[in-house]
């Protein structure tokens, strides 16, 4: 089975998936979109990196191997409709939902729900919503929550030795064919804020029309390229 979404081709095989990145990047629910040559070869060996060493510290991902240039093999999922949002620094949507300071830092990191659907952009849910719209079990929903934490925890010092401070980033997960809960997706400059001092290496460049993405995604590439070795 073969699904194409707005920045990835999948391939269901029988005992793996081969993800294939595209060079598409889109924001504001597909509204924006545009194709830069070689974005989906930097997102997906950044993903593998970050995948790799979070398989290293014991977090559940998908990923099993880098194809370079775009591609991954990873284990075949049966994906949550959900996107898991952790935030250690405030911005974006937060602050637009509930005010406040951009760049003010959480006691703690904070965890957030939205189904995916581009329709109703992506309403934000709550555990209770989860089993009430079969989302997910209560149970599923509190795995994904702790495994949310704890990948949170090492990407951030993941980007940390890369020289990045890491805002939020947001998480997918699925099922395997033996029913446990893993990250899959992609983990890259798409799907989380990255800042350096206050320069931007994340696809806010691209949603606020800041200049060229990808130049800023290779920064973060090549920074990252010293702490994983594929
Ligand atoms: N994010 C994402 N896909 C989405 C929505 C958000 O990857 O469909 C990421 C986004 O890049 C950021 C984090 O999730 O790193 C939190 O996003 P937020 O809810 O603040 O929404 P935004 O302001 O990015 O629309």
């Not at 699904?3 to 294939?20: D, N, P, Q």
């Not at 991902?61 to 959900?82: C, D, I, K, Q, S």
């Not at 934490?149 to 939020?168: I, Q, T, Y």
């Not at 320069?199 to 029309?209: F, G, L, M, T």
Request: aromatic share 10%; glycine share 8%.
């Amino acid at each position: 089975m073969k699904y194409e979404g707005k920045t990835k081709v999948v391939e269901i095989k029988e005992k793996e998936a081969i993800i294939s990145f595209k060079d598409d990047i889109t924001a504001g629910d597909g509204a924006k979109h545009d194709v830069f040559a070689g974005k989906g070869s930097i997102c997906a060996e950044l993903t593998a990196m970050a995948m790799k060493y979070l398989n290293e510290k014991g977090v559940p991902t998908h990923f099993l191997e880098f194809v370079p240039p775009n591609v991954l093999r990873a284990l075949p999922l049966r994906m949550f409709p959900l996107e898991v949002v952790v935030r250690f620094i405030k911005a974006g949507s937060f602050l637009r939902r509930y005010g406040g300071i951009e760049g003010e830092v959480f006691k703690e990191p904070i965890v957030e729900f939205f189904v995916k659907d581009d329709e109703r952009h992506d309403p934000m849910v709550c555990m209770d919503h989860l089993e009430v719209l079969n989302l997910a079990t209560r149970e599923q929903g509190m795995e994904m929550k702790k495994i949310a934490l704890e990948a949170g925890k090492h990407l951030k010092s993941f980007f940390e030795m890369a020289g990045f401070e890491l805002w939020d980033i947001k998480f997918e997960f699925g099922l395997t064919t033996d029913g446990k809960v893993v990250l899959g997706d992609e983990v890259s400059p798409d799907t989380c804020r990255l800042r350096r001092k206050k320069d931007i290496y994340d696809k806010d460049v691209y949603r606020k029309d800041m200049g060229d993405p990808i130049a800023r995604y290779k920064e973060v590439l090549e920074a990252c390229r010293g702490i994983v070795s594929l």
